[in-house]
């Protein structure tokens, strides 16, 4: 049986999800700021000319990739979040997408975003 979450529930998480996209957007900001200096000694306020080692390249390479890969994440949460907010303005927040049962509020508040029941999720995990 569906049942529709009451207009005060869907505004408390319409305003959750909405302060997780916030601090996820500043996040991605200050990844993308941090990723992109132009080099390992600008980042560490070093303007002299000595010249690095290679390890310390390597590690300065590694960790702009891990940077960028964060901030890849990061978006593609940013993705589901923005559905979960057309999800609630067009009603269909809160209701599984596989089998179309209501989800249980402690799931919707663990993961702000998830489309589908636990018993589904589940089920896609297996298989």
Known sequence: MKKKMLK???AQFKKLITELRDKILEDVKHISEDAIKQSQREAAG???TYTYHMADIATDT???EFSIGLASNERKLLYEIEDALK???DGSFGICEDCKKIISKSRLKAVLYTRLCLKCQ???EKG
Request: no cysteine.
């Open 8 to 10: 005060k529930e869907l």
């Open 87 to 89: 999800r609630i303005e």
């Open 46 to 48: 070093d303007i002299s």
């Open 122 to 124: 589940s089920k896609r």
């Open 62 to 64: 590694y960790d702009r």
